[in-house]
Nanobody
């Protein structure tokens, strides 16, 4: 299971650091990532980190968000800086049990486990 936390309300330009803790099995050798879904929109890729430490980002968050993981804690984090109103959404963590190639990383269908969403609200 994946348990996400750390969302909240922040002013534009502010920062949040959602975290996602895994239990029941280890994902230390597999990709973990973050997706988001705003009301009325499809779920979209935000960021992911593969077992080799390689990170991937959506163009809309590059330079503002940083994904990291702590394999000892079986957890993944998303440092979000410079938040904009358009970043407001429910953020979902996800984990795969396959060693994904780069092209598969942004695809929600590549992930086998999902956490519940943690809500991020950005006021302008």
């Amino acid at each position: 299971q994946l348990q996400a936390s750390g969302g909240g309300l922040v002013q534009a330009g502010g920062s949040l650091r959602p975290s996602c803790a895994a239990s029941g099995r280890t994902f230390s050798g597999y990709p973990m990532g973050w997706f988001r879904q705003a009301p009325g929109k499809e779920r979209e890729f935000v960021a992911a980190i593969r077992s080799i430490g390689m990170t991937h980002y959506a163009n809309s968050v590059k330079g503002r968000f940083t994904v990291s993981r702590d394999n000892g804690k079986n957890a993944v984090y998303l440092q979000m800086n410079g938040l904009k109103p358009e970043d407001a959404a429910a953020y979902y963590c996800a984990a795969s049990v396959s060693r994904l190639i780069a092209g598969m990383v942004p695809n929600p269908g590549s992930y086998d486990y999902w956490g519940q969403g943690t809500l991020v609200t950005v006021s302008s």
